[in-house]
């Protein structure tokens, strides 16, 4: 089955650990857990050479035993690369870097279940909003604290301000030095 088409089967919780922190609990189901195993033990059986065995008809009882705990493992990862991407969509979480996933090795019959630590944008208060003055304040007292120098500071929305299009130029100052 591809993440496509398990991607509306999937079930998935998301809740806030922090201000740029979100948790997102995804299980997969058993059924999927059920055709990745079967895929991924029907291409063990074609490329594995097992003594006492003509090549690619070793069962997969043997396979098992051989295998078990290394197949898992691959599956949990696939998996995870599978349906990780679904499951943030549906639960409308956008990282801003890479998930730190945490799970457990998926086993047949079962569904598989995994967390996923995201870190997302933080939320900003409305412009002009008592806590966007209050920073402003804050801010102007630190930096006349530390360079000595006082300040009118103007903050504005995340975005607004353009970045610089071109590549940072030298500035010489040519004014005559004071003795």
């Known amino acids: ?62 396979l098992q035993k051989m295998y078990g705990p290394a197949v898992a493992e691959d599956l949990e990862r696939e998996l995870v690369g599978e349906t990780l991407a679904a499951a943030l969509q549906k639960s409308g979480v956008e990282p801003v870097c890479q998930p730190q996933v945490e799970s457990e090795p998926p086993s047949e019959g079962s569904p598989f279940v995994y967390r996923a630590r995201v870190e997302v944008k933080p939320e900003f208060a409305q412009a002009g909003d008592a806590a966007w003055s209050r920073a402003a304040r804050d801010l102007e007292h630190h930096i006349k604290s530390y360079v000595r120098v006082t300040t009118q500071v103007k903050l504005v929305a995340p975005g607004v301000i353009e970045r610089s299009a071109g590549k940072a130029k030298r500035v010489i100052d040519t004014r005559p030095k004071a003795s």
Not at 31 to 46: I, N, P, W
């Open 1 to 62: 089955m591809s993440a496509e088409a398990g991607a509306d089967d999937l079930h998935v919780e998301s809740r806030e650990a922090g201000p740029i922190t979100r948790w997102v609990e995804v299980a997969v189901p058993a059924s999927q857990v059920a055709s990745a195993f079967e895929r991924a033990y029907r291409g063990l059986a074609k490329s594995s050479r097992v003594r006492g065995f003509r090549p690619g008809k070793a069962p997969r009882s043997v």
